[in-house]
């Protein structure tokens, strides 16, 4: 079944307003991972964070093992900021499930 | 930041024929990935490999596809003979310590 669980599907923002992105994962979690696929296709990760809270730059991730869930806020959105976000969880070892992810649009 | 190289980035090939899709991976990464995804749609995961084999694959991971890394050379996945459900990107990745690096992605159009 469906291991990882984004929410919201997509995400329609005006510039500067901030965003929460979510992953739920129904397994045992050894790591996750935050990407951003750009509209032409390439990855970018974003955060390795299997616990706690972790910063760059607007972006900051949290991730709450116990309640089996990872989140992705965005502050003061900038249009470039426009594409997939994706996470993917890292249940066991060296094994990687992606959810279907989170479509934002920044429109200015 | 570290580079995950696909060659090409772009393939067209007839339905049944055989096409090599080929992965070079960061220097010093020890487990290598092709995912799938179809446009629009999830990135799904086809296989892993460590040192020369095959650790997990999915129910994707058919029996006409295969996937290996000659000493020193790319690591390639093999589709022989293609089919139309075939047409997708397909991504390889490479990792160490948990961290996952992308390629660009190969665009496979099989006609």
């Known amino acids: 079944g469906q291991q990882v669980q984004q929410s919201p599907a997509s995400l329609v923002l005006q510039e500067g307003e901030n965003a929460e992105l979510q992953c739920n994962f129904s397994?045992?979690?050894?790591?996750m991972q935050w990407f951003y696929q750009r509209p032409g296709g390439s990855l970018v990760s974003l955060f390795y964070?299997?616990?706690g809270t972790k910063h760059s730059g607007r972006l900051t991730s949290t991730t709450v093992i116990k309640e089996r869930r990872s989140s992705l806020h965005i502050s003061s959105s900038q249009t470039t900021d426009s594409g997939t976000y994706l996470c993917?969880?890292?249940?066991?070892?060296?094994?990687?499930?992606f959810g279907k992810g989170t479509s934002l649009t920044v429109i200015p | 930041g570290p580079k995950v190289l696909q060659i090409p980035s772009h393939q067209i090939i007839d339905m049944g024929q055989m096409v090599t899709l080929n992965c070079d991976p960061v220097?010093?990464?020890?487990?290598f990935y092709w995912y799938k995804q179809i446009l629009g749609q999830q990135m799904e995961f086809l296989v892993n490999?460590?040192?020369?084999?095959?650790?997990?694959k999915s129910k994707l991971f058919k029996d006409q596809f295969s996937v290996e890394r000659p000493d020193g050379s790319y690591f390639t996945l093999k589709i022989q003979p293609t089919a139309l459900e075939d047409s997708a990107v397909y991504f390889c990745?490479?990792?160490?310590?948990?961290?996952?690096?992308f390629g660009a992605g190969t665009r496979l159009s099989v006609l």
């Open positions: 990745a490479s990792s160490s310590q948990n961290t996952l690096y």
């Open positions: 397994t045992s979690l050894n790591s």
């Open positions: 993917a969880l890292e249940p066991g070892y060296q094994n990687f499930y």
């Open positions: 490999f460590y040192n020369g084999k095959v650790m997990e």
């Open positions: 964070n299997p616990s």
């Open positions: 220097s010093n990464h020890l487990y």
